[in-house]
């Protein structure tokens, strides 16, 4: 039986990329810096109102181009010249950051509740390096116990969540008798507060609710109906995306706002400036009516652990399906090592088994990325660094997106309602005042997306104004050191392959007198390379001619720019 996604497996999907371990810790992080329990209160409803909007913009695309990839597909299709540059760029990013060292190493921490106080980098390591290849192996060989490892850890994470709420707030009316006002949370008022702890606590929840975009990575998995599946166009399958990436956003923004209010209902600011880390533990205490402080850590820790080996299920199912799409695309080394499929869990969109080459550069660009525990072995500052830099270089691919979605929405949405004219639904009639009332929430959705990522981005640049409102003590500028670092390997590795490639072609996506949209794109051939040619360089007239590369200029799939140094 060939392998299709249902909603709520892809609902799961996103609710494990976003419910992490960091709820357990940002909350109390988020409070002390803000110093005033009514804006604590209000910051994280907000955020997840800000993620629908985020989620809005990542669907308008995925409406218009509704394919394995996300972002490396959107990007592709928005800024195609210079050709391969900036897909070049994200796929290096995206193949060396989006691993789930961050959460494999929570897992390894917690997994061991009673040395955490005293914990061992190599057993973290192992551990962590070991949790990816199981997970990796079990998607790779047993796909379908991998779905169900995802909605088993997603609907127990949720279900620890909701317990806990409920258990909080029924103990805390039977303790005062009565329901409290929203009077109570009115203590500090914040002049302590630094403008810039303000923003840093506002990057916090921005980070807590990173993730919403992952169904996205493997919408053609997506089932599209049973006649229709088939179809690369089907709405039923965008219909789908939609709902469980919208009904995630929500589910997450109702526990977090929940979670962080009892939190703040229960706790004072002098206990959650000492006790930042170990907040969840006491909140649990308190909720269920306990003393036994070991014990209930050990239980949190447990939680913790559950919702670190979701996150890495998730990350690794997701992931792998961009990542062979990179590989296909031969904008890595060793493309057709990573590309390659396996004879299992074939999929019932394209009836290809499960990305075994992908699975394995996941695995050990994880198991590579691990060793960093060695940094900072007694905390969680280095996974949450690590789960950072990805999120951190996130922001900048959002804002190509969104200034993209600004200045070229026309062509996005006559891409959407060409995909509805093929999938033989009806477009919906829109009057003059629903039209005008699109264009304003358009503009107004695009440019909170905007400045949003661009908030994120800019952050790390002003550091020294308070170093110590992180919750790490590793300087930020490491985050946009590593991601130029990266990227602008990306757009080297560009070069080189337009540089070296022995053919380069646009195709065109047509295949007997049908078009595939998602095969549409820039398709490269190289020569035999070896360490005496790996770099046998055009004339600089050559090469800017192929920067200067259109697709109008190609009229068919076979037409090519031949290299002159293969002739």
């Known amino acids: 039986m060939l392998l299709v996604l249902h909603t709520l497996e892809a609902t799961c999907l996103i609710l494990n990329q976003m419910i992490g371990w960091s709820i357990f810790v940002l909350p109390s992080f988020v409070a002390v810096l803000l110093e005033n329990k009514t804006a604590a209160a209000i910051i994280w409803p907000l955020g997840g109102l800000y993620t629908l909007l985020c989620a809005y913009i990542n669907l308008e695309y995925a409406a218009a181009w509704p394919f394995n990839g996300g972002e490396f597909i959107y990007i592709s299709r928005m800024f195609r010249y210079p050709p391969l540059l900036l897909m070049c760029s994200f796929a290096w990013f995206f193949v060396a950051f989006s691993t789930p060292a961050g959460s494999s190493l929570v897992f390894a921490q917690q997994i061991v509740p009673r040395q955490l106080a005293q914990p061992n980098a190599w057993r973290t390591m192992y551990i962590a390096s070991a949790l990816t290849a199981v997970i990796s192996w079990i998607h790779y060989r047993h796909p379908r116990i991998g779905l169900f490892a995802n909605w088993a850890s997603a609907a127990a994470k949720i279900s620890f969540l909701v317990v806990m709420i409920c258990a909080g707030l029924i103990r805390a009316v039977i303790d005062t008798h009565s329901i409290p006002p929203f009077d109570e949370f009115r203590g500090h008022s914040g002049e302590n507060s630094t403008a810039y702890s303000k923003a840093v606590a506002v990057l916090l929840v921005l980070y807590s609710y990173h993730g919403w975009q992952a169904a996205t990575y493997v919408t053609s998995e997506i089932y599209g109906g049973e006649e229709t599946h088939d179809d690369e166009c089907s709405q039923r399958r965008v219909k789908s995306l939609k709902s469980s990436t919208y009904l995630a956003v929500c589910v997450v923004t109702v526990i977090y706002s929940l979670f962080n209010w009892l939190l703040l209902w229960m706790f004072d600011f002098e206990t959650m400036k000492n ?293």
């Not at 996005?412 to 039209?435: G, K, Q, V």
């Not at 550091?463 to 919750?471: E, I, K, L, T």
């Not at 195709?507 to 051939?525: C, P």
């Open 275 to 567: 006790h930042k880390v170990s907040m969840t533990a006491l909140l649990a205490m308190k909720a269920f009516g306990t003393s036994r402080m070991e014990d209930t850590a050990c239980s949190i820790s447990f939680c913790i652990a559950t919702c670190a080996f979701g996150n890495v299920v998730s990350v690794l199912y997701t992931n792998k399906k961009v990542i062979r799409k990179i590989a296909w695309k031969r904008l890595i080394p060793y493309y057709a090592t990573f590309q390659a499929s396996s004879t299992y869990g074939r999929s019932k969109w394209d009836e290809k088994g499960t990305p075994r080459g992908a699975l394995l550069l996941v695995t050990l660009i994880t198991h590579v990325t691990t060793w960093l525990i060695f940094l900072r072995p007694v905390s969680e500052e280095v996974p949450f660094f690590i789960s950072s830099i990805f999120t951190y270089g996130h922001s900048i691919v959002g804002i190509l997106l969104g200034s993209g979605f600004l200045q070229h929405y026309r062509e996005i949405h006559e891409r959407r309602l060409r995909n509805e004219e093929m999938a033989c639904t009806t477009p919906h009639p829109d009057d003059r005042i629903s039209r005008v009332f699109h264009v304003a929430f358009r503009w107004f959705a695009g440019g909170i997306f905007l400045l949003g990522n661009i908030f994120v981005l800019v952050m790390p640049f002003f550091s020294v104004m308070d170093p110590r409102a992180y919750p790490w003590t590793l300087p930020t500028w490491i985050l946009p050191l590593a991601l130029g670092v990266v990227c602008s390997y990306g757009a080297f590795a560009a070069i080189y392959i337009l540089s070296t490639c022995s053919r380069i072609w646009f195709d065109d996506g047509r295949r007997d007198s049908r078009v595939f949209q998602h095969k549409r794109g820039w398709m490269l051939e190289f020569p035999n390379i070896n360490l005496t040619n790996f770099w046998i360089p055009h004339h600089p007239g050559a090469l800017r001619e192929r920067f200067a590369l259109r697709e109008e200029s190609f009229d068919g799939e076979h037409t090519s720019l031949v290299s002159q140094n293969s002739v």
